[in-house]
C-alpha cells in the first residue's frame, strides 16, 4: 500500500481502474455470517440451498460489498476521506468457487455544498465475478481537499 496526494483537482471523470481478483470461500461465508449474525439458509445451509435457483449457497451481498470495498484499499490519499456509499446494489448471485474483482470509475466531480476548501468525487464501484458480470454496484463518495484554499 503506498501513499499518493490526489487533489480535487486531479481526478478525471471517465478514469477507471481494476483490482485483482479475490476467490470467495466456504470459510468467508462461516467467517461473515459469524460476524453479522446472518446465518440465514440461503448462506449457510448447503441442501436448503439446492431447493433455490442456481443449486447453491449465495454470498451475503454484504459480504461481497465489504470483500469488493476492501480490494479498492490499494491506495492511502490523505486529502481524501471516505463519506459513504449511495445506490448500493445486488445485481447478480456470487456463489463459493466465484472470483470477484473491482472497477472503479470516476463518475462525477461537484462542489461540496457546505465548504469551499473540498468538494466531492463519485467513483463507480462495480464488482465483477470471473464472467465480468456486474454482481454488485455502489456509488462511493469521497471528499476530497482542493489545490488552492
Known amino acids: 500500500m503506498g501513499e499518493q496526494i490526489i487533489h480535487f483537482e486531479d481526478y478525471r471523470i471517465g478514469d477507471e481502474r481494476m483490482t485483482t481478483g479475490r476467490t470467495i ?3 468467508d461465508f462461516v467467517v461473515h455470517a459469524g460476524h453479522t449474525g446472518d446465518f440465514f439458509p440461503h448462506h449457510m445451509d448447503a441442501e436448503f440451498a ?5 443449486g447453491q449457497r449465495i454470498a451475503h451481498g454484504t459480504m461481497v460489498f465489504s ?10 490519499n490523505p486529502v481524501a476521506f471516505s463519506y459513504g456509499y449511495d445506490r448500493l446494489r445486488f ?4 456463489h463459493i468457487g ?8 470516476i463518475s462525477s466531480k461537484e462542489d461540496d455544498p457546505k465548504r469551499k476548501h473540498v468538494g466531492r468525487v463519485v467513483e463507480r464501484c462495480e464488482v465483477l465475478n470471473q464472467r ?11 471528499i476530497v481537499e482542493r489545490k488552492s484554499q
Open 25 to 27: 470461500t466456504e470459510t
Open 50 to 54: 439446492k431447493t433455490l435457483p442456481g
Open 67 to 76: 470483500i469488493g470495498v476492501g480490494l479498492t484499499a490499494s491506495l492511502i
Open 91 to 94: 445485481v447478480r448471485p456470487v
Open 98 to 105: 466465484d472470483t470477484i474483482r473491482t472497477r472503479v470509475t
Open 132 to 142: 465480468n458480470e456486474v454482481v454488485l454496484a455502489a456509488d462511493h463518495i469521497l
